[in-house]
């Protein structure tokens, strides 16, 4: 790539992406809201069949008991797909900053007795409001490493992800559907065929 062609390509990469209006975004979340419930359903049936059944076997649980156990867990997990959806709808597009960011090892004791190590990030967004959005991942490192603090990010309705303001200086892009990442050259996001916002 030419110097000339690498400060338009740059130059690209500043500024928030009108890409998020294309329609496979939101044919992605309407798909994602139509697995949700599906994923809900099939939990729920399993409850209903399997805690009538474990009562049956083990003595623990009487008849009608096991079933309503299982339809009141089933029921919980409609709910749940349920609320995340309203939740969803709610949400809105805001900017802000990324303020902090920090990561830790935690050290945790196995039933067995073991001792295992599990690493925190830790990621807090200052939002253009006031408030701030805090995230925490154990040992999923990409989200917290794509950030750094100073960064201005918007976040878009419907969607886990925040876009950079300046993109420029980064080898790779993460896409604002599937949160996968790829090569900041690229236009499409190969996962779920969406925009990769630049």
Known sequence: MS???NVEHKGQL???SDKISDPSFAAYQKKSVSWSFIFAGILAVIAVVALPIYGE???ELDWPQSLYYGMGIGGMFVVIA???TIKRGMDKTWDGV???KDSY???ERSRDGHTNYTMVYILKIRKDSGGIKKHKWRNIPGPYSYYNVGDIVRHHKG???YEKFDKSKDE???CAACMSFHDINKDICPRCKCPLLK
Request: no cysteine.
């Open 159 to 161: 969607f886990y992800y």
């Open 98 to 100: 990324v303020e902090y």
């Open 3 to 5: 110097d000339l062609a």
């Open 172 to 174: 790779q892009i993460m």
């Open 14 to 16: 500043i500024g928030f």
């Open 57 to 59: 076997k083990s003595g």
């Open 82 to 84: 349920l609320l995340q």
């Open 105 to 107: 090892r935690l050290k």
